[in-house]
């Protein structure tokens, strides 16, 4: 099995700080890519951040010089600074990974099961 384990979420008001973390596991041959995204109540799922295989990172227009995205690769784990939050940002909170498995050698995306995030005013 290969499965993406966030936290990090909660209630914090705005101005605040936050930082997401997402650990994948499993039988995994090579990440290729990660990075976030988040939906909220009654909105459709947008891209948040993430890393490309080659290495650049990408970021949405709403978020960009508060956000920041991090990787440890020993760790297998991507991480998402929020400073300077807004109640704009609430929203649960996807991590999102394309990922080849071993045994067999497989590539495919995989979701985390997301962390809320509340920014109060």
């Known amino acids: 099995q290969v499965q993406l384990v966030e936290s990090g979420g909660g209630l914090v008001q705005a101005g605040g700080s936050l930082r997401l973390s997402c650990a994948a596991s499993?039988?995994?041959?090579?990440?290729?890519?990660m990075g976030w995204y988040r939906q909220a109540p009654g909105k459709q799922r947008e891209l948040v951040a993430t890393?490309?295989?080659?290495?650049?990172?990408n970021y949405a227009d709403s978020v960009k010089g508060r956000f920041t995205i991090s990787r440890d690769n020993a760790k297998n784990t991507v991480y998402l600074q929020m400073n300077s939050l807004k109640p704009e940002d609430t929203a649960v909170y996807y991590c999102?990974?394309?990922?080849?498995?071993?045994?067999?050698?497989?590539?495919?995306?995989?979701w985390g099961q997301g962390t809320q995030v509340t920014v109060s005013s």
């Open positions: 499993g039988s995994i041959f090579s990440i290729n890519a």
């Open positions: 890393f490309t295989s080659g290495g650049s990172a």
């Open positions: 999102n990974a394309d990922i080849t498995r071993t045994y067999p050698i497989y590539r495919r995306d995989y």
